[in-house]
């Protein structure tokens, strides 16, 4: 394999320079696309424009050493392993604290009962008494880590106090030096801090044991942290797209300097340093604030640029007509990063092998596909959500970027393999399973887990169908893939049609997966967007007709009445079925696209339909609700959740599926957090972020998701508000956000860590995304990096190339 991938290199290298394949404009990425293979090997990562190399410019005003004592006295150890002093291995000169751990146990993983191979091997924590020590004066801890794992391809350690886990991504073999800002932290009384690991098996290459070194452990105080939390930037920042703008579009940045009085800014050429625009910040006052805006539409000269307003300057930005390709690159780096049942070099050997379903006396092994976040988790409709979109990419670029759309492709049907290879043949599929560990590959031992859910549901057999449809007219160079293709979908869609007629919707069992929470009217949509595809590959009037016929129920699930009054009038949203009890939200994953797929490719595919008007008047209506929507978040441009109504929590059917392990005043907290938003009546509230209780919540695929629904609107009805909307949670995913953070890790500047406990950091991982905090309605992204937020996701990757392929 390595002999290949320095061949290819090779050949690909001597191309590129000759001018004859093209790449990227970014000369430094295209050499590190070229040395992977062309993304056989992972990106190298550039940390040097992170979070955390900015943040370790700041030095602190003054500190204090957690201990004095040169030994391991105050520590103690809980869990396997054990603690140590050493002296050889040292940065502060006075020896350093050794946490020695085994990788495995050598016994069984034991999980919940709804989960039961969902666990590790147990965990080894060293923990210091701080005695209740009030840490009021700090809002930094910095310590030095020196991981000497053998063999271990991917190092972090956890670090913990007052209830808060940090995950530390590390480089094996060196020192670390890292921080943890906490000026958002309860620190009052603090009654310990720990450093800990969860042991998880070994991968390929992985020693029995692991050992770090800790030292130089230091509370401190310092400037310039940043914010965690609301919607005013920093003092003395400038929010805007790390990445940069398209041409023609709105261009505009969000400042908060008070100390900067003449209100003068300019658009300095990155090259020459001279100023090319210059105009004033604008004070804005908005339902979330009062803000300085730079606005800079007017200027369409393609290049490289930099803001500057007084004697802040920011990092160099694109403006141009092409700007989101280095981003595919780097997701698509990520997605490949994420492949299971493959190895990855410096991630991990091919895996999970002996992970298998079993139906009907028979037994598949659930490796391929891509595992589905920080863990090592699966879940086969992700896989094929990715692998749709991957396709919808390649078809953009097919004619633009040769090199990128087949290496596209290549990644869709490594996925399709996998939905490919879980179907039993007779509607049931291998659907998901919840894993931590490693596995030993090795059939017949102590490892082995036959735990995969297998399901014959009709919605994900509907979805399977639309995406192998679309694969079969996407995929031209395999005549025998193409035709089982188009083959299969028709299967899959009699399997799902004939589930649908013996037990309707609802059928949803397992509240793990992620399509648990959809919606009747979602499901509907679903079955005439499946349908269709099935209609456009075949040409069978059949499917035709089941599209127009499922359609009806989502359109009358739709509000045409406004709710609200005068300029807070809304209108054109979705209910979750005809009860009207409950509106159509998402707190996670995310499906909100598919109304305006299933409505826009009728359109396309039944331009002569008796109900033509109606699609399009039903697209014509949701678009104006996402227009409705913007005022509520500037000058910023993330979409808000929606329109709430007070007693949905009333509906438990619908609550449920949404809200999963709830606390028992989840109603309550229901009320009140719809509250904390912008009423529009007595019963509606309109909230910018959703309502949500558990540990799955983030923004991320949500609002692309919406973006992805307003871009076909745009593209559809030729609206370029609608396909501006779509551009704006792009902006917001790279930078255009309070925090003033690239959510691309390696793209634009100001990255931050991510949590890939599993993987290691890599270069395109997405994270579920911005939250908020308690039961506000206003951003929250503190540095603590742990699940859910800021964990890892392909679905998140998946929703940036679905939402990319629209432009």
């Given at each position: 394999m390595k002999n290949h991938i320095i061949y290819a290199a090779l050949c690909l290298y001597a191309a590129t320079a000759a001018g004859q394949v093209y790449v990227t404009s970014d000369a430094r990425l295209t050499q590190d696309i070229v040395a992977t293979g062309i993304i056989h090997s992972p990106l190298p990562l550039d940390d040097s424009r992170s979070f955390e190399a900015a943040g370790l410019k700041n030095k602190a005003v003054y500190s204090k050493p957690l201990s004095r004592d040169n030994s391991i006295s105050g520590w103690s150890h809980t869990g396997l392993g054990r603690i140590d002093y050493s002296v050889g291995q040292t940065v502060s000169g006075n020896?350093?604290?050794?946490?020695?751990?085994?990788?495995?146990?050598?016994?069984?993983?034991?999980?919940?009962?709804?989960d039961p191979d969902y666990g590790t091997y147990g965990n080894a924590r060293a923990i210091f008494n701080v005695n209740g020590d009030n840490w009021g004066q700090y809002n930094r801890i910095a310590f030095s880590i020196y991981p000497d794992c053998e063999g271990a391809r991917v190092v972090n350690l956890n670090l913990s106090f007052n209830s808060v886990s940090h995950l530390v991504n590390l480089v094996n073999h060196q020192w670390n030096h890292c921080f943890l800002n906490i000026g958002n932290i309860q620190r009052d009384k603090v009654d310990n801090i720990a450093f800990g690991a969860s042991i998880k098996g070994q991968d390929r290459t992985t020693g029995d044991t692991l050992v770090y070194y800790i030292d130089r452990i230091e509370l401190q105080q310092?400037?310039?942290i940043g914010i965690e939390s609301g919607w005013i930037p920093a003092n003395g920042s400038i929010a805007y797209s790390t990445t940069g703008y398209m041409l023609n579009d709105r261009k505009t940045a969000v400042a908060h300097m008070p100390e900067n009085n003449n209100r003068a800014f300019q658009l300095v050429d990155a090259q020459t340093g001279l100023p090319v625009f210059s105009g004033q910040i604008k004070e804005e006052k908005t339902g979330i604030g009062e803000f300085g805006v730079m606005d800079f539409s007017s200027f369409n000269n393609t290049g490289s640029y930099q803001l500057k307003a007084g004697d802040v300057l920011t990092p160099p930005f694109r403006i141009d007509g092409n700007i989101w390709e280095n981003s595919l690159w780097r997701t698509l780096n990520y997605i490949f990063c994420q492949r299971c049942g493959y190895p990855v070099p410096g991630k991990h050997g091919a895996c999970h092998i002996d992970l298998c379903s079993e139906h009907d006396g028979k037994k598949i092994s659930y490796s391929g596909g891509w595992h589905d976040a920080g863990d090592l988790s699966q879940q086969t409709l992700q896989t094929g959500d990715i692998a749709y979109a991957l396709l919808e990419m390649h078809n953009k670029l097919k004619d633009k970027n040769k090199l990128l759309a087949a290496r596209l492709l290549e990644e869709a049907e490594w996925g399709l393999e996998f939905v490919l290879k879980n179907r039993y043949g007779d509607g049931y599929r291998a659907s998901s399973v919840g894993l931590l560990i490693w596995q030993d590959g090795i059939f017949n031992t102590f490892d082995d887990i036959s735990s995969v859910r297998v399901q014959n549901l009709a919605f994900d057999n509907f979805l399977y169908a639309a995406y192998e449809a679309y694969a079969a007219m996407s995929i031209d160079h395999d005549p025998s893939l193409q035709a089982y293709l188009r083959k299969v979908a028709e299967e899959d869609f009699e399997f799902a049609l004939k589930r649908h007629d013996e037990v309707g919707y609802g059928e949803f069992i397992h509240f793990y997966e992620h399509s648990y929470n959809t919606s009747e009217?979602?499901?509907?949509?679903?079955i005439s967007w499946a349908a269709a595809m099935l209609h456009k590959l075949?040409?069978?009037?059949?499917?035709?007709?089941?599209?127009?016929d499922y359609i009806r129920y989502t359109l009358d699930c739709q509000r045409t009445e406004p709710v609200g009054k005068g300029k807070a009038s809304i209108k054109g949203f979705f209910y979750r079925d005809k009860s009207r009890k409950s509106i159509v939200h998402y707190i996670h994953q995310s499906r909100e696209q598919v109304y305006m797929q299933a409505l826009t490719l009728l359109c396309e595919t039944q331009p002569g339909h008796p109900d033509y008007n109606k699609w399009v008047e039903s697209i014509r209506l949701y678009g104006d609700y996402l227009k409705s929507l913007m005022p509520y978040t500037a000058p910023y441009g993330m979409l808000s959740s929606g329109v709430y109504h007070i007693d949905e929590h009333q509906d438990s059917t619908g609550f449920y599926r949404l809200h999963l392990f709830p606390p028992r005043n989840a109603k309550e907290l229901f009320v009140e957090q719809v509250k904390k938003g912008v009423p529009l009546d007595n019963e509606h509230y309109l909230k910018r972020f959703p309502v949500w209780f558990s540990i799955f919540n983030g923004n991320t695929a949500v609002h692309l998701s919406t973006g992805k629904a307003a871009a076909i609107c745009g593209n559809f009805l030729r609206d370029e508000e609608l396909l501006s909307i779509g551009r704006e949670q792009m902006y917001w995913t790279v930078g255009k956000?309070?925090?003033?953070?690239?959510?691309?890790y390696g793209e634009g500047y100001n990255y931050p860590q991510l949590d890939s406990f599993s993987s290691g950091e890599i270069v395109g991982e997405m994270p579920v995304g911005i939250r908020s905090l308690d039961n506000e309605d206003a951003p929250y992204w503190p540095q603590v990096n742990n699940a859910c937020y800021k964990e890892v996701w392909v679905t998140s990757a998946g929703k940036w190339l679905t939402l990319a392929a629209e432009y």
């Open positions: 020896g350093s604290l050794k946490l020695t751990f085994p990788s495995h146990t050598g016994v069984r993983v034991k999980g919940s009962d709804s310092v400037d310039n009217s979602q499901y509907m949509a679903t075949t040409g069978e009037r059949r499917y035709a007709d089941l599209a127009a956000n309070p925090f003033g953070q690239s959510l691309i």
